[in-house]
């Protein structure tokens, strides 16, 4: 039965009404203004000087300069929580991770269309740089490039795949094992495959929710996250045996999971792959069985690619580890 506003109000205090009245009134693509939202039950709870609005416009940034569980997940279930999303665009960003490595040339290229990303790899492996990350934001392409990858050969495609299976396959018997991938909104796919890695066998998993229960599967047969990458709604995770992790756990959430993030890296645990939707951000943090000599990991989430952030903590010799575009904040 339909319910107007009015009905809805008869029985309410005044400031739900004035709550109801205002969401009622929203146009379909407008954006709610939650300050305005929370002082409409000032008069109930009292202005709380805590809260803040949020800022998406510049960097917020995350450090451990020192040490900062295994998520629990229900094997019979694959569901993850459904969250009920409200109309309107979703704030996105990039989220960068950057890790403490000896000096290293790096490269990064951002808002590549797809007939310009040979031309910038073919230049990359000239100078000796091999892709060590790649992202996509509004169907255009992010590469980052560098000298320390290790890998001794790499092959790419693009693909309006998500993913190729048939050429993942080809590859592997080749002994190139993936990498590196991303996802575009309209389903292609970018995937990089290496030699040179320590890795021994791969497997991957193309989902409409982000696989939980696949994932605590294999992490029962050995195999660890090693790469992920969503296109629109959709989940790519690829995981490898022979990682050099001695354990895992994911973080995932509707907003960015800064406070898990920092509970993580408290108990040793680095982030190694990165991945976001409209919707969720998923981010893998592993123990190295090597404990780096310096372990210093920072992160980023900025609305611009972080070209300039980038190059001031090459200074500091942090080096991007991986990037991803998507849902950081509500």
């Not at 970018?190 to 939980?212: I, R």
């Not at 995981?239 to 992790?245: C, D, L, P, Q, V």
């Not at 951000?281 to 990991?297: F, H, M, N, Y």
Request: with cysteine.
């Amino acid at each position: 039965m339909a319910t107007s506003s009015e009905s809805l109000c008869c029985f309410c205090p005044q400031p739900f009404k004035r709550f109801i009245e205002y969401v009622v009134n929203l146009k379909f693509d407008e954006e709610p203004n939650y300050a305005k939202c929370i002082s409409l039950f000032d008069e109930l709870v009292g202005p709380n000087p805590d809260i803040r609005p949020i800022n998406t416009d510049g960097a917020q940034k995350l450090i451990v300069g020192q040490k900062r569980g295994r998520l629990t997940i229900d094997e019979e279930d694959e569901e993850q929580p459904k969250k009920k999303t409200r109309v309107g665009m979703p704030a996105t960003q990039w989220i960068s991770v950057y890790n403490a490595r000896r000096p290293m040339k790096q490269r990064y290229h951002y808002n590549v269309a797809d007939a310009r990303i040979a031309q910038h790899i073919h230049k990359g492996n000239e100078d000796g740089l091999f892709i060590s990350s790649v992202a996509s934001s509004s169907n255009l392409w992010a590469l980052i490039m560098d000298a320390g990858t290790g890998y001794t050969a790499q092959v790419y495609q693009l693909s309006p795949l998500f993913l190729h299976k048939e050429w993942i396959m080809e590859q592997w018997e080749r002994s190139y094992y993936i990498t590196a991938l991303a996802g575009a909104n309209n389903g292609n796919s970018l995937v990089v495959m290496s030699k040179g890695t320590q890795y021994a066998q791969q497997s991957y998993k193309v989902s409409e929710s982000f696989p939980f229960k696949w994932i605590n599967k294999k992490w029962k047969e050995g195999f660890f996250v090693t790469a992920m990458a969503t296109a629109g709604s959709r989940w790519a995770v690829v995981m490898s045996r022979n990682a050099g992790f001695s354990d895992q756990v994911v973080e995932l959430d509707f907003l960015y999971p800064s406070e898990g993030i920092h509970r993580r890296w408290d108990n040793g645990y680095r982030i190694t792959a990165t991945a976001a939707t409209w919707d969720q951000t998923a981010l893998v943090l592993s123990i190295p069985i090597r404990k780096p000599i310096d372990e210093t990991q920072e992160t980023l989430r900025t609305s611009a690619f972080p070209s300039q952030h980038a190059k001031d903590k090459w200074a500091k010799n942090l080096y991007i580890a991986s990037i991803c575009y998507g849902r950081t904040v509500s």
